[in-house]
């Protein structure tokens, strides 16, 4: 009998790192300047620190519980084995969820990006032609080996760092030598506001939890994964502060800009920092693509190895080595969700999905601390958080707060997805593989 076809554990430290930072720059630096700049101004540099803060606490939770883990999956493995069977399929459902919307984002971003260039890129049917070309080249790229996609993945976030990089340097200096531009001004600024804006960077910071899906092609991942989040989290978190000074001390009133970057490097540096800037957006939006391919058909392949969904998202191409079908499936419904959507609707839902993965996790960590040396099939953390139950317990709080500005369609949509959840799982039970 011929063995089934096993992945490949190509992924070293430093490309887990490329992933998790590909997966996390991408639409929401591109775009979020503007909508946070509009609401809170000369303030908006603020609101990227207190959700990195926020973040920061669940991105804590993940490095401990990711610390026990070598297998492909990532949070639906971590809430599988901390909850069960019925939890464990919710959570894969859920970050299913973000992840498909979290594409039709950033391919909407990359039509109006791209029309800087093409105008028509943005009309008509081309936005549909345009996210028709990008789906069919992340997804080839990928079902021809993860080894080829992580190095391309590492190629794209050099290349999608570095106009950021100038972007912040140049652009301070210019800035700093002509004087920042009179800022229009913005209606007075609630704590409401605040609190809409930090749940719109929450969008910007997340993506972090999708690098953790393809343990089981990593070399060391418990070793690894924390590494890779705590680099992730850092570098971002420089870099998109930079950014929002820089967008705020250019453009007068960034809460009118569709491209906000490249318009701001315009203002700066003319045509060829606007020209820069976007093929910087557009590397970067590719790069995002190129990772998220790899991160999330291995959630569904990792379902499939479960019984929680058909064998055939199982399935390994025998000379790739890759779950092809799973990689064809994802990019199939990514793209139809590009063109059901607009960029906003579909942020919302990624950020609402987001925060109930998150607060899932925080929730295993306890659980599978107290598990330690009681269960034999649950391997000891190689990262322990201080604290006790601090972290978990501040990232609940985080998750909780945001929460409460659900909208009445995120509700239905997420109530939605965990009806269809509970019936997949009531008419699989019997076959499901024991958590």
Known sequence: MTAKPALVRAIGR??????????????????????????????????????????ATIVACYAEVSSRFGEAGGQYLYARVAFGSYLGLQMGWISYLVRLTSAAVNVNLFAVYLAEFLP????????????????????????RGVKQATALSDVFILAKL????????????????????VADPIP??????????VMLLIYAYGGFESSLVPLGEAREPERD????????????????????????????????????????????????????????????LVGWGLAAMVHIPRLTYAMAE????????????????????????YAVISFALTLSGTLLQNLSIAVIARLVTYGLVCLALPVLRRR?????????????????????????????????RLGIRDVVVMSGVVALGTIHWLANRRRLVPA
């Open 162 to 181: 570095l106009p950021l990089v100038l972007f912040v340097a140049g652009g301070a200096w210019l800035a700093l030598s002509h004087g920042p531009v």
């Open 306 to 329: 479960q019984g929680d969904l058909p064998a055939a998202f199982g399935w390994v191409h025998p000379v790739y080595r890759t779950p092809a079908v799973s990689i064809v499936v």
């Open 225 to 284: 994964a924390p590494f890779a989040l705590f680099v992730g989290l850092g570098t971002t978190m420089l870099l998109f502060v930079l950014v929002q000074v820089v967008t705020t001390w250019s453009l007068a009133a960034p809460g009118t800009h569709a491209r906000p970057l490249a318009d701001a490097a315009r203002a700066l540096a003319g045509s060829t920092g606007a020209t820069v800037m976007t093929l910087g957006a557009l590397v970067s």
């Open 14 to 55: 430093w490309s887990l790192a490329g992933l998790l930072l590909n997966g996390v720059i991408g639409s929401g630096i591109y775009r979020l300047p503007a909508e946070v700049g509009g609401k809170l101004g000369s303030q908006a540099w603020i609101a990227w620190v207190i959700a990195a803060v926020a973040i």
């Open 120 to 143: 028509a890129a943005g009309r008509g049917a081309m936005p549909a032609v345009v996210a028709a070309a990008y789906f069919t080249f992340v997804a080839a790229v990928n079902v």
């Open 372 to 404: 330690d040396g009681r269960d034999p099939r649950l391997p000891a953390a190689r990262f322990t958080l201080p604290g006790g139950l601090a972290f978990p317990a501040l990232g609940l709080g985080v998750a909780a707060v945001l929460a409460t």
């Open 188 to 197: 007075a600024v609630t704590g409401t506001t605040w609190l809409e804006a």
